[in-house]
């Protein structure tokens, strides 16, 4: 549903997502401004063509590259609110980026900040609670938490940043025992349109404290957050990869056999078109394979190997470790690439996974096909991740059973070719398609209409008034924006 569908919503002017539409709403900047803006900031200041711009803006997903007016590398929230102050002032919008992992499109035209410089990190073991300013990657947080016994709610990936993905939701491979990483968020500090700097959390400012967390990037740059660590005692974990042409006994045993599991495990399947590298072992290069992914957070491991042994039988294994680990290991479950890569890609949810979905999966994307998609995943959600946060937050996803999310390679030669197979998959999964998304997962999107469509409607109506009041100038209109 869209949101011209929705008639008692209010109607609020939002950005279009086109790059020549951004680009013409940037004034020429004189050099003296620029300069003025360099006085007020501890971090480096790039304008259009300066040597260093390129570079200071990168992305790892390469298949989208920066060019904004402006880049302002922030070393901390006065840096933050200095550069948003200068670029209303500049008539800019403002764009940001930590580590570049999930860019949804070309920053044209924008002041973009980069974060990356701010650090700071400070774990509290007794209160079991860790501060991370923007720049932290989730690695340094599960390395810093393992010693206490701590972890946070990472992803597939420890070589994200903790906040962009934590505004976005936050699955990960403990988020069916204890839910999204934004549920156990406790205060968010923010630079807001006004260039005000603001420290939230349920008791202040509660409405931005909702909406931020999920709201991803609308509201405002996220300068640091607080949220609560999960004492984790033993974990059992990893990944398994099967021949490929085992994929259809693979996923219809897993489409029954997932729903059957404690919250204590969550698991995901993938169907992964390996390239042929000498750096991959050798049983995986040039393959076609099903790729099974398993995380069980319990004490009792024989339990684990019970829970764990119909799916080792399902197919022929080709490679793959599951035992004991820890929480700072937890890369190893998805194994998902470290190096920067271009790719595309774009999710939704199920609301089952029934045999004749996995049937339209594998036709659509099987094993048999040749096609340029790198993968097609199912992972598992319920459990917590169906439950409200105990402080309510405007994640959505929770009607979900399953995520499916289709990736294919970034590059120029394909770039109408893989947006088409992999909206393909996922248009012929339509009648199995849950009412919400979840906001990390989106992928490609077309405008802030698909973005908003993501949010059950009453959640979406209260976003999108809450951004008229605090942001009604668009100014932070890039990623995902309502």
Sequence with gaps: MSLTELHDEPEFTSVAFEDDVLDTLAPAIPAADVDDLRSQVHGPVYAAGDDGL??????????????PAVAVGATCAADVAAAVSWAVAHD????????????????????????????GLHIDPDRRIARVEA????????EAAAEF?????????SDVGVVGYTLGGGMGSLGRLHGFAADHVTAVEIVTADGRMHRICADSEPELFWA???????????????????????????GIFFDGDDAPALLHRFRQWAPMLPEEVSTSIAILRIPDMEELPPPLRG???????????????????????????????????VGPMRTDEMDGIHMDPKEPMPGWEKGMLLSELTEDAVDVLLATAGPQLDIPLIMAEVRLMGGALSRPAKVPNAVPGRSGAFSVLVLGPGIPELAQVVPAIGRGVLAALAP??????????????????????AYPPATRQRLRELKHGVDPGGVFTFGYAL
Excluded at 220 to 238: H, N, Q
Excluded at 304 to 318: D, F, H, Q, V
Excluded at 432 to 452: C, H, R, T, Y
Aim: aromatic residues 6%; hydrophobic residues 45%; contains cysteine.
């Design 92 to 119: 800019l919008r403002v764009a940001v980026q930590a580590t570049g992992h999930g860019p949804v499109r070309n920053a044209a035209g924008s002041l973009m900040i980069t974060t990356r410089r701010m650090q």
């Design 149 to 157: 016994g701590l972890a946070g709610l990472c992803g597939s990936s």
């Design 212 to 238: 931020v967390r999920g709201g991803k990037g609308n509201f405002g740059i996220v300068t640091a957050l607080e949220f609560e660590l999960i004492p984790v005692t033993s974990l059992f974990g990893g």
């Design 432 to 453: 199995w398609k849950a009412p919400e998304s979840m906001i990390n997962f989106l992928g490609d999107v077309s405008g802030p209409d698909e973005v908003a469509a």
């Design 135 to 142: 720049g932290v990657r989730w690695i340094r947080v599960m």
């Design 54 to 67: 390129a570079t200071e803006v990168d992305t790892w997903n390469i298949a989208i590259q920066h060019t």
């Design 287 to 321: 393959q076609t394979a099903v790729h099974l992914r398993f995380a069980y957070a319990g004490d009792d491991h024989a339990e684990a190997e019970r829970l764990l042994s119909p799916m080792k039988a399902a197919g022929t294994i080709l490679l793959g470790f």
